[in-house]
């Protein structure tokens, strides 16, 4: 039978934080892993979030994983919703399990200036071979960049540049004509 595990919860849980004491984890406090004897399953929501208009946005967070070394299960992914949580896209998978923190950064500036929410999700995908410490997400944030100014000419620089470039015509036109005698 399949059972829906909890939600991902704030955990000081067998020590695996980033950064401070506490970070998001996909499994059971009792056991420190995510075997339940059955397929489960679970998501961390974010709240309504709202992307800066222009410019990049991109989330990153930092994650440490330890699956089955299957490929397939117990996978590890990333959706997002511009909806209000009617539909959601996929944004990414992983395929990382070293049970070492690193960072990951995913580029949301397709959906610049939309209200989304954001789902982090864990699957099993069986109930088979999941005595393991799980998926650990900490220090989830969304970096918002400005594009770069558009640079602009003084009217100063921009004459000075049109009596250069009419220099050189005039010199390259003066070196076409002029032919040397035999």
Same mark, same amino acid.
């Given at each position: 039978s399949e059972d829906s595990g909890d939600p991902y919860y704030s955990s000081n849980g067998y020590g695996k $934080?980033?950064?401070? $004491?506490? $970070?998001?984890?996909?499994?059971q406090e009792a056991t420190g892993n995510?075997?339940?004897?059955?397929h489960n399953w679970g998501y961390l929501h974010s709240p309504l979030i709202t992307l800066a208009g222009t410019g990049t946005n991109e989330l990153r967070f930092w994650s440490w994983e330890q699956v089955e070394p299957?490929?397939?299960?117990?996978?590890?992914?990333?959706? +997002? $919703?511009?909806?209000?949580g009617a539909s959601w896209q996929w944004l990414w998978d992983s395929e990382d399990n070293t049970s070492n923190w690193h960072q990951v950064s995913i580029d949301l500036s397709y959906y610049a200036g939309q209200n989304v929410i954001l789902s982090f999700f864990f699957n099993t995908w069986s109930?088979?071979?999941?005595?393991?410490?799980?998926?650990?997400?900490?220090? +989830?944030?969304?970096v918002s960049e400005d594009p770069p100014p558009i640079p602009t000419q003084s009217p100063t620089g921009l004459i000075a540049l049109l009596?250069?470039?009419?220099?050189?015509?005039?010199?390259a036109t003066i070196n076409m004509r002029a032919k040397p005698r035999l």
């Open positions: $934080s980033q950064s401070w $004491s506490r $970070s998001f984890w996909y499994g995510y075997d339940t004897g059955a299957f490929t397939g299960f117990d996978t590890r992914s990333i959706y +997002i $919703s511009n909806n209000g109930e088979l071979d999941n005595n393991y410490s799980g998926w650990y997400v900490d220090d +989830i944030e969304i009596v250069i470039m009419g220099l050189l015509l005039i010199v």
